[in-house]
């Protein structure tokens, strides 16, 4: 039998993780999928443009690009559970809010709020928090926390969707941000304070030695001057070009083949299972493919993905295969894009590490939705579908050169 000490630390890692996925299933689907699934919604009921429209949740992926190095230094300095919890608070006022929107500049004030809140408390901050907390051992939570909340867009859609249908969208947007308020703000205090307090006391965290303080404070010149992070930051920036382009204009897209609202919802909860299905296969596999392999194999099933999608034309068939395989590769790379990023960068200062690559992965996403929205405005969503699969495409071809380019440097030191 286990010793007492160590069955009741078991137990309360259990139940923090527990309590950090189901907090960030709530804040996914509630925060970040509400704007895709009700994207269609807004274009029907205000006179606004798409291209007005994806303005805003360009703008509060920017922002939440700009704050996700200081949230990630935040977190370095033990403060992670109070920052998650307070963004998760402020984005579900903000979501709430929307509801009585009634001018363009309203949307855009609060998206640019909510964008704070999106670097305070979706994946990035959790999982650099697991990964300060447990080391080398982060992995598996971080598995643990994706594999629940992968399902984020299987509720999102559909529930804005039928929500929606019968009350119309205000009533969507006023129960997301209750649903944020109320249950994923406080699942998020509770786990997240539950990890840190681990860390604290099993001696697991990474800090900064005091001779490294000075390299702590330019870490932003040190890792841009490394071709190695560059490399990485590009790759990952172009997945999220294409990942988030076709997320935010999915249901427009789908459209565009000729199918139906129901169909292209249905399409589009898929992609959440198969985001799961996606990490529990690798999970299985990784000690045979290594994550070096694993990292390339996202970038090809993406690009893949795309070409599935543009044959959608042809019938629900291919739309289905582009969730199974787009919402597959996806799904991987939330748990590869920490673990690769240890790998070739080192766990010292992860935080500061996590959050400039995630500065450069939500730059990517960010322009993501207006660029999407300008190349439909000069050439339609095909032309789109072919930017995309170049993006993938050059995307492998970076990380490629990340991992060449980190081999050498281990020559070269051993």
């Given at each position: ?141 971080i598995i643990i926390v994706t594999l629940v909340a ?218 993501s939705p207006y660029i999407g929205s300008l190349v ?39």
């Amino acid at each position: 039998m286990l010793p007492d000490s160590y069955s009741g630390r078991y137990n309360s890692q259990n139940y923090a993780l527990a309590m950090l996925a189901a907090g960030e299933t709530i804040v996914w689907a509630c925060l970040f999928y509400v704007f895709p699934a009700l994207l269609l919604r807004w274009e029907s009921a205000f006179s606004w443009s798409k291209i007005q429209l994806t303005g805003a949740i360009t703008l509060a992926l920017f922002i939440s690009a700009i704050c996700s190095p200081l949230f990630g230094r935040l977190i370095d300095r033990g403060v992670g559970p109070v920052m998650m919890t307070l963004g998760a608070l402020t984005g579900g006022v903000c979501v709430f809010l929307m509801s009585y929107t009634s001018a363009l500049w309203h949307l855009y004030v609060l998206w640019a709020i909510i964008g704070a809140c999106l670097a305070a408390c979706l994946y990035e901050p959790c999982f650099a928090l697991l990964t300060r907390a447990f080391g080398k051992e982060a992995k598996r939570r971080i598995i643990i926390v994706t594999l629940v909340a992968g399902f984020a867009s299987t509720i999102s859609f559909p529930a804005a969707h039928h929500l929606a249908n019968h009350w119309g969208w205000p009533v969507v947007t006023q129960v997301f941000g209750l649903t944020v308020i109320f249950i994923g703000a406080p699942l998020l205090y509770f786990g997240a304070t539950a990890v840190e307090q681990y860390g604290v006391l099993f001696g697991q965290q990474t800090h900064v030695s005091a001779p490294n303080r000075g390299v702590a404070k330019n870490h932003t010149k040190a890792y841009l001057g490394q071709p190695v992070f560059r490399y990485l930051a590009i790759a990952f920036a172009m997945l999220a070009l294409v990942h988030g382009a076709t997320l935010h204009h999915l249901l427009h897209i789908l459209g565009d083949r000729g199918l139906p609202l129901g169909s292209s919802v249905l399409v589009a909860s898929l992609i959440g299972p198969m985001q799961v299905f996606g990490r529990l296969v690798i999970t299985a596999l990784q000690n045979k493919l290594g994550h070096m392999k694993i990292a390339c194999g996202c970038f090809m099933f993406i690009g893949s993905a795309m070409v599935f999608l543009y044959l959608a034309r042809f019938g629900l068939s291919f739309a289905i295969l582009f969730a199974v395989v787009f919402g597959g590769g996806y799904g991987v790379v939330s748990i590869i894009r920490p673990v690769i990023a240890r790998d070739l960068l080192g766990d010292e200062d992860f935080g500061a590490k996590s959050g400039l690559l995630a500065f450069f992965y939500l730059i990517g996403s960010a322009s993501s939705p207006y660029i999407g929205s300008l190349v439909w405005a000069a050439g339609g969503y095909n032309l789109l579908m072919i930017l995309l699969f170049c993006s993938a495409v050059t995307g492998l071809a970076l990380m490629y050169l990340a991992m060449r380019g980190s081999r050498e440097l281990e020559r070269r030191s051993t």
